[in-house]
């Protein structure tokens, strides 16, 4: 199939070149994002493969659809970029990657928390310049601690086997229990009681409606003082102003975000020269109990082989006329 892939790095394009050799697309990689302006370099052909922020809202799916384009190929599991709706109105097929390695974002997690509690960003810098107190470096053991899960599927499953593995007391909260988190001894409870009863909360459940702003001043405010915050799911999971409103006064004692509401402009790219703009961005990175991360938590050889292979098999698929079991 002809497929112009958007919002390509030279990982991608080493990645998705190295596999096509088994399934021979053929393959026009550009570094832009798909946009309504550029999605005129989908000449000729069939599918366009995009990425996490590239927004395919209905006014792009038009555009596509006005070209000749069927598919939309995700190289992401998170699919809350796309208007599905206009998509099968318009017949363009979306496909995604459920599933690549749940291990690179849950122990994406476990390197956020063990860096945000025993201080190594800070330590690592003090050291080099030479300062070797211990003063504001105090942690705490995870073991006996209380970590919250919020979503169980694959990432909230792989976490849960690590942290139970550190000796920690696992509480979950899905719409959706699991038979393997329940075999590892995790206790399924209401979201108010993981929030409240956990010293360390992750967010593992898809961005929707329901989920959106799911941490608010509310909810931060049934949260232990002192608690650790960790997103790696998606940035809108999370009141940006509540976090800093939390960090503040003290009640949010740490927070990692390997996502952001607003990082589409942002992530993935180099602003090293740039005045950024993004006023909360910049209030965050400026409390020393905050680390955050440019949407990392995916970034593994092994999960980058595993895109793919899995992308190209969905085209294959879709090529030969087989139903496409990753087809949204
Ligand atoms: P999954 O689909 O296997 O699991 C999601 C779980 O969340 C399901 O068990 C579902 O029942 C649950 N859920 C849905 N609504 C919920 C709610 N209102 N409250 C609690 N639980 C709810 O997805 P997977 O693979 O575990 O990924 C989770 C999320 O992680 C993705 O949606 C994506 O946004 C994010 N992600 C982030 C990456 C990164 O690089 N930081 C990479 C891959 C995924």
């Known amino acids: 199939m002809r497929v112009a ?61 006005g070209r000749g384009v069927k598919v939309v190929a995700l190289r992401c599991a998170g699919f809350n970029n796309v208007d599905l709706p206009a998509a099968r109105e318009l017949g363009i097929q979306v496909v995604r990657v459920p599933a690549y390695s749940p291990y690179a974002v849950a122990e994406h997690a476990v390197a ?22 211990l003063n504001g470096l105090l942690g705490f053991d995870m073991h006996g601690k ?6 169980t599927g694959r990432i909230g499953v792989a976490l849960a086997r690590i ?17 393997e988190c329940k075999a590892l001894g995790v206790s399924y409870v209401a979201l108010d009681e993981l929030l409240a009863q956990s ?39 999370v009141n940006t102003p509540a976090v800093i409103a939390g960090l503040k006064s003290g009640h949010v004692g740490a927070l990692a975000m390997d996502v952001y509401e607003q990082e589409e402009s942002l992530f993935f790219e180099d602003h090293s020269n ?20 440019s949407h990392q938590g995916f970034f593994t050889r092994e999960a980058l082989s595993a895109i793919a292979d899995t992308t190209l098999a969905n085209l294959s698929q879709i090529e030969k006329g087989e139903t496409c079991s990753n087809a949204l």
């Open 5 to 65: 892939v958007f919002s390509s790095k030279p990982y991608d394009r080493e990645s998705l070149t190295e596999a096509n050799a088994a399934f021979g697309h053929a393959l026009n990689f550009f570094e832009t994002a798909l946009t309504v302006q550029t999605c005129s370099l989908a000449e000729e052909v069939e599918a366009v493969c995009v990425f996490v922020n590239d927004p395919i809202d209905a006014h792009l799916l038009r555009c596509l659809a």
């Open 274 to 293: 740039e005045i950024i703009q993004d006023d909360q961005l910049e209030r965050l990175l400026t409390f020393h109990n905050v680390l955050i991360t």
């Open 146 to 151: 209380t970590v919250g899960i919020v979503g």
């Open 199 to 237: 010293d360390i909360i992750s967010l593992h459940c898809p961005l929707n409606d329901k989920t959106r702003h799911m941490i608010n001043p509310l909810a931060i405010g049934r949260m232990k003082r002192g608690v650790m915050l960790i997103n790696t799911g998606r940035g809108a999971l």
């Open 112 to 133: 956020l928390m063990l860096t945000l509690n025993r201080r190594t960003h800070r330590a690592y810098n003090r050291v080099r310049e030479g300062n070797f107190a």
């Open 163 to 179: 942290m139970t593995g550190f000796g920690c007391k696992v509480l979950a909260h899905d719409l959706y229990p699991n038979d």
